[in-house]
């Protein structure tokens, strides 16, 4: 291990926010050690802004908990942590881990509990790559090396502490970490890492929680470097086990959203991560939608049965946040509205909550060559930048020509889906609780009409019966 003078690396307690050295401070004052690690470390020596800071000691999430009181939160059962509120920030606060004890571990050695309490050095070996093990102490001026990481820092080098395949094993996540850095950092992956990501080890992932995969989703979609990220998932053949039903390559359509994305970060623009999800999932949900049309549904249940359908499908490997699948739905909802609206309503439909990002989303199609937007991508556009007149004679010219267009067709007012811009664009499914699920039970159906049971019937009335095995005497069945 080596200690290294923090100033002659370009890191100061200057460069860190109020948060993080009141969390450091007070661990410090309580009597604990106290170090700011991983990619707050990483980013500040790499001259870039971190996201986030994060903090580890040798307190336990309960001695933390009593250091901050109502501030802080323990949090995770797979691993444990202490969120501690500082001002408006969160900082994450770990303890000391060391190895994992045996039975805690799936057969295929993936790590179910990593909450055994260690030392600092233990704790070193369990972090994932050396980038990402300095231990920074502010106050003292000084961070602690143990494996020559700056070197890999200063090389670019993404390397795994131990056997990357055991590694990997151990928490199928890890792969999806490498991309992200080598792509976020412009690392190259070390050799013996890239050997080892084949499909025996990606398929470990499907075992990962969706809520963990779909938060890693969530970095990598907003981490500034999709564009690049993208071609390394399909190439380790990992788009697949992460998304369900997306396009097999990535189309034009996607690239120029990722592109877009890209920029908005740099910018500075907020960006929606769920609106990356709508992308990925056009294709498949407008597909589904062909499905029901030629089942015989009207488009607007279509469109409400296509969009649960596809999103259903994606939460078995991603788990996406019902706020989030809302957002989706009144994104995909949006282009028939955009496409094809009532001159009377364009005035309020540029002012809907959901606009603005239903409109990004058409001119990308149309500028990623989508020719079923019919140009009106590039219409909102322009009508979004006229003066109040001229928006009136825009949109009386935009009528003159729609019925143009189809007297030149010949052909008869084509049937107009009818919109209500004050109801809500989607309509959330509803959640079913247990209590209405027995209820539905308990309730006739018609099959219970046809076969003449009433609602008294005792067979209605039998309730679920808890068997105990242990009594049960299992014999031959003949
Ligand atoms: P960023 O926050 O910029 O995405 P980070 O390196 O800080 O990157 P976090 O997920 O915040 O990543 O984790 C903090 C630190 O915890 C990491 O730097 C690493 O040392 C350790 N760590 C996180 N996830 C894992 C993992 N799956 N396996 C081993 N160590 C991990
Ligand atoms: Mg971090």
Redesign the pocket.
């Known amino acids: 291990m080596q200690t290294l003078r923090a100033s002659k690396y370009g890191l100061s307690t200057t460069l860190l926010p109020s948060s993080i050295l009141d969390v450091i401070d007070s661990l410090t004052k309580a009597g604990y050690e106290a170090y700011i690690?991983?990619?707050?470390v990483?980013?500040l020596m790499l001259g870039l802004a971190?996201?986030?800071f994060?903090a580890v000691t040798n307190a336990t999430p309960a001695q933390v908990k009593q250091v901050f009181g109502r501030r802080c939160r323990i949090i995770g059962r797979r691993f444990e942590l202490a969120h501690v509120y500082s001002g408006r920030e969160l900082i994450?606060v770990?303890t000391f881990r060391a190895p994992p004890k045996k039975e805690v571990t799936s057969a295929s050695g993936m790590i179910l509990r990593d909450n055994n309490w260690g030392s600092i050095e233990q704790d070193f070996a369990?972090?994932?790559?050396t980038i990402?093990?300095l231990y920074y102490q502010p106050r003292k001026g000084e961070i602690l090396d143990f494996c020559h990481a700056v070197d890999d820092i200063k090389h670019k080098r993404l390397s795994l502490l131990g056997d990357p395949k055991q590694r990997f094993e151990e928490?199928p996540?890890?792969m999806l970490?490498t991309l992200?850095f080598a792509a976020k950092l412009g690392f190259t992956i070390d050799d013996n890492i890239l050997e080892v990501i084949q499909p025996d080890l990606v398929q470990l992932l499907r075992d990962v929680s969706p809520n963990r995969l779909y938060d890693e989703s969530q970095?990598m979609f907003t981490m500034g470097h999709l564009t690049q990220v993208l071609p390394m998932l399909i190439d380790f053949g990992i788009w697949k086990s992460l998304f369900a039903e997306v396009p097999a390559q990535i189309t034009p359509f996607i690239q120029l959203a990722a592109k877009n994305t890209d920029q908005r970060i740099s910018i500075g623009k907020t960006i929606n991560p769920a609106f990356f999800y709508a992308v990925l999932l056009w294709e498949t949900f407008l597909k589904r939608c062909d499905h029901y049309l030629n089942k015989g549904l009207v488009p607007a249940e279509a469109r409400a049965q296509a969009g649960l359908d596809v999103l259903k499908r994606q939460s078995t490997r991603t788990v996406i946040p019902r706020f989030a699948e809302t957002f989706i739905r009144e994104v995909w909802e949006m282009q028939v509205r955009l496409l094809n609206p009532k001159p009377q309503q364009i005035p309020s439909l540029a002012a809907h909550a959901r606009f603005r990002a239903g409109f990004d989303f058409l001119l990308l199609r149309e500028r990623s060559g989508d020719t079923t937007t019919e140009g009106m991508g590039q219409w909102w556009e322009q009508y979004q930048e006229l003066s109040s007149d001229d928006k009136e004679k825009w949109i009386a010219q935009f009528n003159r020509q729609r019925i143009r267009g189809r007297k030149k067709a010949n052909q008869k007012t084509p049937v107009v889906e009818h919109f209500d811009l004050d109801v809500p664009l989607v309509e959330e499914p509803v959640k079913k609780t247990r209590r209405s699920r027995q209820r539905e039970q308990t309730e006739q159906t018609p099959a219970h009409v046809a076969s003449g049971i009433n609602a008294d019937h005792p067979i209605l009335k039998r309730r679920r019966v808890q068997r105990n095995l242990d009594d049960v005497v299992f014999g031959p069945t003949q």
């Open positions: 690690v991983g990619g707050g990483r980013d971190p996201k986030d994060d994450e770990a369990r972090r994932d790559f990402n093990t928490d996540v890890r970490r992200r970095k």
